[in-house]
């Protein structure tokens, strides 16, 4: 694997990065290292265009007018959108990933086109805000452990046909519609309401997306010692004030 490459794309940190949602490309970004893989890392500000040679895109969430913001350039940029139609690895956290869908309410509470590379469409939910930590099973298909994250959300994302949940929660809210299901998929493109950073307490979905990318089935081993400490910290915290 020495020999291979890997350009990950990290999408307007300067507005939707909250809740240390950056941690994600760093955790894959490292993943990738300790595997001997080069990597390239490209921070794609929002003023800036986003490139379709990526091979991973990472998404943070955001506060509701960065949010507007990001939908209204990335849907004029068109750039993920065409890095999506070659077949890249798109990863969105809670504002990115309503922005991947159809449309969700922006902060002047209107209706706004996203992406549509989700087939979600996401509403103002009416009741109680999301917030509190998460535990979910993730689709037995992805083969991966169970998820622990943190959701902060008053989104409620309905899911179309064509798109699958991320998981299904044990506890906690996640999309928020009451059917237990968090986050959202398709073949290459993935949403999920949780912070953490996610993929810090979750490193095997980092993983993920690293095979995804490089089209392998398998990946050498790593010391999954710190995370799998962080992990089992916050799933018993979770747990004790469930």
Request: proline share 5%; with cysteine.
């Amino acid at each position: 694997m020495t020999d291979s490459s890997l350009r990950l794309v990290w999408v307007y940190p300067d507005l939707l990065s909250t809740y240390g949602d950056q941690g994600n490309v760093l955790v894959v970004e490292r993943r990738a290292r300790q595997r001997g893989l080069s990597v390239e890392r490209l921070d794609v500000r929002s003023d800036q265009p986003v490139p379709t040679s990526g091979d991973i895109y990472l998404i943070g969430g955001g506060e509701d007018r960065p949010q507007r913001l990001a939908a209204e350039r990335l849907v004029r940029d068109g750039g993920l959108s065409r890095a999506a139609a070659n077949g890249a690895i798109i990863f969105s956290v809670c504002a990115g990933y309503q922005i991947l869908g159809h449309e969700f309410v922006n902060d002047v509470g209107e209706r706004q086109p996203g992406l549509g590379l989700l087939d979600v469409t996401t509403v103002r939910g009416e009741g109680e805000r999301c917030v509190g930590d998460v535990l979910a099973d993730i689709d037995p298909h992805l083969g991966l452990p169970q998820l622990t994250g943190f959701e902060n959300h008053q989104g409620v994302t309905h899911l179309g046909p064509t798109a699958r949940p991320f998981a299904r929660t044990v506890f906690g809210r996640g999309n928020g519609t009451g059917d237990g299901t968090e986050g959202a998929y398709n073949d290459t493109v993935f949403g999920t309401y949780m912070h953490g950073p996610v993929m810090a307490r979750n490193p095997q979905i980092a993983d993920l997306m690293l095979k995804l990318a490089l089209d392998v089935n398998a990946l050498p081993p790593t010391d999954d010692r710190w995370y799998e400490a962080l992990r089992a910290e916050r799933i018993a915290a979770a747990t004790q004030t469930a």
